[in-house]
T-cell receptor, first 113, second 113 residues
Framework: KAGVTQTPRYLIKTRGQQVTLSCSPI?????VSWYQQTPGQGLQFLFE?????QRNKGNFPGRFSGRQFSNSRSEMNVSTLELGDSALYLC???WGPGSDEQYFGPGTRLTVT | QQQVKQSPQSLIVQKGGISIINCAYE??????FPWYQQFPGKGPALLIA?????SEKKEGRFTISFNKSAKQFSLHIMDSQPGDSATYFC????????????FGQGTRLTINP
């Protein structure tokens, strides 16, 4: 069974630009969560989608947004990029509410210059 | 109250020894406690998880010990091997919101051959 896939793997953007990251969950999984990983703040929850609806949201500004499609694939968008947005963005999938186990993808390394 | 505190930040163990990583939490509503292993350039991989209705869970060389009254849990790696060298994260969540994980800061484990 294929794991969680994320594209692109690496991205370099300039301050003020916007970026869209993509995540394809494990086949059959309907919940997708996004996390930001930085050396200073560690792993922080961004948001979670299930059945195309945002179920949970972390403490991030409105510049960070996401969506989920009917096939459970998800995208996250960051607008007006800041230098501090440089991070590894990780996507995790699970079966859905009440399902404990989350499986992470390899992440997208975003560098903002 | 949402924090999970992890220690130590880094740990060096000789091959064949026991590696022990500790975590403490404050929110007694947490009821799912997973451990993740992350290698450089990879996403976190689910290693082992426990719920507070048991005090210990063992899978191969990996054991979670859970102390509900002290609000602490730990990961023990028996017969540590150089291939275990990685960063380990503890996490916590609510079962109904299991997709929203709160992570510890991570422990960089090095196993010397």
């Amino acid at each position: 069974k294929a794991g969680v896939t994320q594209t692109p793997r690496y991205l370099i953007k300039t301050r003020g630009q916007q970026v869209t990251l993509s995540c394809s969950p494990i086949s059959g999984h309907r919940s997708v969560s996004w996390y930001q990983q930085t050396p200073g703040q560690g792993l922080q929850f961004l948001f979670e989608y299930f059945s195309e609806t945002q179920r949970n949201k972390g403490n991030f500004p409105g510049r960070f947004s996401g969506r989920q499609f009917s096939n459970s694939r998800s995208e996250m968008n960051v607008s007006t990029l800041e230098l501090g947005d440089s991070a590894l963005y990780l996507c995790a999938s699970s079966w859905g509410p009440g399902s404990d186990e989350q499986y992470f993808g390899p992440g997208t390394r975003l560098t903002v210059t | 109250q949402q924090q999970v505190k992890q220690s130590p930040q880094s740990l060096i163990v000789q091959k064949g020894g026991i590696s022990i990583i500790n975590c403490a939490y404050e929110n007694t509503a947490f009821d799912y406690f997973p451990w993740y292993q992350q290698f450089p350039g990879k996403g976190p991989a689910l290693l082992i998880a426990i719920r507070p209705d048991v005090s210990e869970k063992k899978e191969g060389r990996f054991t979670i010990s859970f102390n509900k009254s002290a609000k602490q849990f730990s990961l023990h790696i028996m017969d540590s091997q150089p291939g275990d060298s990685a960063t380990y994260f503890c996490a916590a969540s609510f079962i109904q919101g299991a997709q929203k994980l709160v992570f510890g800061q991570g422990t960089r484990l090095t196993i010397n051959p």
